[in-house]
């Protein structure tokens, strides 16, 4: 992985290269980030404590996946279907995007945290590449939703894929 600086709307990213999964995204300047050891996703950040009391729920990842379905609508689709029987799973909005030259599928929803049921909100990037699926989770509770989503805006719009 390569690191490069871009600042966006009130917060410095450094652009991460994955050469591997041939993707560029923006990680706050701060942020720790990697491949799990276990590799559950190809790609994680997570947010720093700032303070004793701090307890971070931010995060985002990225899971590139492989499947045989090459149209975005119908992997979506799946997709979908897997992911609404996660408990509480509620779709706040969704929609369509282009980010670069690539069309996306978003979506914001909330569901419960399976360990501590704290309410939590994903907002999700979803992309369909010739079969090749590259989905971004950008992760926080749903109480600091509104907080984070103009991050999470920028680390999105900072996508290349």
Not at 25 to 38: A, K, M, T
Not at 81 to 100: A, C, M, S
Request: charged fraction near 25%; include cysteine.
């Amino acid at each position: 992985m390569i690191a490069t600086w871009k600042t966006c709307i009130a917060q410095e990213l450094a652009i991460i290269r994955d050469t591997v999964n041939h993707f560029e995204i923006g990680v706050p300047i701060g942020w720790r980030y990697g491949v799990p050891i276990e590799q559950t996703v190809s790609f994680m950040a997570l947010r720093k404590k700032e303070s004793d009391q701090d307890v971070p729920r931010e995060n985002f990842n990225i899971n590139i996946l492989h499947r045989d379905e090459v149209d975005l609508n119908k992997s979506y689709g799946q997709y979908l279907e897997i992911v609404e029987k996660t408990e509480g799973f509620k779709i706040l909005y969704q929609g369509e995007r282009i980010i670069g030259v690539r069309k996306y599928k978003y979506l914001v929803e909330t569901h419960k945290n399976k360990i501590n049921k704290e309410n939590m909100s994903h907002y999700i990037l979803f992309t369909n590449n010739e079969g090749e699926i590259l989905i971004l989770t950008m992760v926080t509770t749903s109480a600091n939703f509104e907080k984070f989503k103009p991050l999470f805006d920028s680390i999105a719009s900072s996508l290349n894929y």
